[in-house]
């Protein structure tokens, strides 16, 4: 098998990964059953289960995990004595957001300047994709040297660890000697990129009360205690002036010792606008992957249209904490209720609900799969050599693995770099980084087959 032809067979495949493509991000493949149809989850596990099928796996299987969603496994065996790898995607996708805000529909795949946009185009249902692709190329050229076992979870965007307690329920369904998890990214387009640390996280829904019921503002105002005045002081005592994380007894000051993120770069990749100012102190790298990062994701009080002069007697906030590796995301959600607790003001009810929690994770890049890797990007990726970078994000299956099976060796690619905008309107993938990465991906299967890992 040479490269060149690895690569050849993944760019014949491409027509048809962007018509795969096209049908799983149709699914509205939210897993908030408030807001989106169980119905739409459903129909893309099934797609999932339909396509590991097609490629021979056995032991096809839709898992329902303990969150109420459903997780997608196969097994593809592999020659008898070769060690195993776990591919690992999900399904699952953001709220579309704002769909008036996407230039094209979020959920019809549609090319625009080179890219692929729709909801999950690159985060990461492309990361499923990149599998397949990575698989069909091997079939065509020899076979899979190793066993695959492929996931694809559906409810990772949600956090709410079905996967994970479903794994520590079943241990050796998803044991591997080598597990590849597609879903981080490139630091830049065409710089192949592994991902070294993920930040953990604690999210938590607080809630004030202060009143029965509205009053007032006129009548009342000024002496009634306004429970949405309460949690905005609560919030804004989670921030330094200069913007950093401030909870009490939590550690703030991790520094990052890898890749450097030049601050131009960064303000061009979250598209901060002229003459608005980055907040917390120390280098980017520092603050977005080795410090903890506080995020209001969203506020329960009345909307500007419609206002009434009213005192609020209640009101609700739902909040992320990010956490590096080294802090515990349990010890860092206990710290942080105590300190919501502590700043509310006037004798407010607070209370504070978990509602979803991660570890962070650090991988050992000096492992043979690394290594392998590296000999495998640099093939995909002619003239450059796989970089290590941290990712703000948190995956919290990779240390449900580390601790199921500590001696499999844990790598994170895939398909998200800064352009992608995952998480945002207009996400969209590059192909060439879909086709690059599969390239990669089959090749480092290869070399790990030989390296003799099993």
Avoid at 97 to 104: H, I, M, R
Wanted: aromatic fraction near 6%; glycine fraction near 10%.
């Amino acid at each position: 098998m040479t490269a060149n032809r690895i690569a050849e067979t993944v760019a014949s495949l491409m027509p048809r990964a962007r018509t795969e493509l096209a049908e799983l991000v149709a699914f509205r493949s939210v897993a908030d059953v408030a807001v989106f149809p169980r119905a739409e989850c459903e129909a893309a596990a099934g797609w999932v289960a339909d396509a590991l099928r097609a490629e021979g796996f056995q032991d096809v299987a839709l898992l329902d995990t303990p969150d109420g969603t459903q997780s997608v496994y196969g097994l593809l065996p592999g020659p008898v004595g070769a060690p195993t790898v776990l591919l690992y995607a999900h399904y699952d996708v953001q709220p579309p957001l704002d769909e008036d805000a996407w230039l094209s529909p979020p959920f019809e795949l549609t090319e625009r300047e080179g890219r692929w946009y729709g909801r999950g185009a690159a985060d990461c249902k492309g990361g499923f994709l990149m599998h397949l692709l990575a698989l069909r190329a091997l079939k065509a050229n020899g076979g899979v040297p190793v066993s695959v076992k492929v996931i694809a979870e559906g409810s990772e965007e949600q956090g709410t660890g079905g996967l994970e307690r479903y794994a520590e329920a079943h241990p050796e369904l998803l044991a591997a000697d080598a597990v590849v998890i597609g879903d981080t990214g490139n630091f830049r387009t065409g710089l192949p990129t592994v991902t070294a640390t993920l930040r953990g996280m604690t999210m938590v829904r607080v809630s004030v009360d202060t009143l029965e019921g509205n009053l007032h503002s006129g009548q009342f105002g000024g002496a009634a205690p306004d429970a949405l005045a309460a949690l905005i002081r609560i919030l804004d005592s989670l921030r330094a002036e200069d913007g950093s994380t401030t909870v009490d007894g939590l550690a703030a000051e991790g520094d990052w010792d890898g890749l450097d993120y030049p601050e131009a770069d960064f303000r061009k990749d979250a598209k901060v606008l002229d003459g608005v100012g980055l907040i917390g102190r120390g280098s980017v790298a520092d603050r977005v992957w080795a410090r903890p990062a506080m995020t209001v994701l969203g506020i329960d009080c009345p909307p500007v249209v419609g206002a009434t002069p009213s005192v609020q007697a209640s009101a609700r906030a739902t909040v992320s904490l990010r956490v590096p590796p080294g802090q515990d995301a349990t010890e860092a959600t206990e710290l942080l209720t105590t300190h919501i607790e502590k700043h509310t003001p006037w004798g407010a009810r607070v209370a504070v609900e978990q509602v979803g929690r991660g570890q962070a994770f650090r991988a050992d890049t000096s492992s043979p799969a690394y290594t392998a890797m590296a000999d495998a990007m640099r093939v995909a990726y002619p003239g450059q050599e796989m970089q290590s970078s941290g990712m703000g994000g948190s995956i919290p299956l990779c240390n449900t693995l580390a601790g199921l099976y500590p001696a499999a060796e844990i790598l994170l690619i895939g398909l998200s770099d800064p352009a992608a905008q995952i998480h945002a309107v207009n996400e969209s993938v590059s192909p060439q980084e879909l086709e690059r990465l599969s390239v990669a991906e089959a090749h480092f299967l290869t070399n790990y087959a030989r390296s003799g890992r099993a």
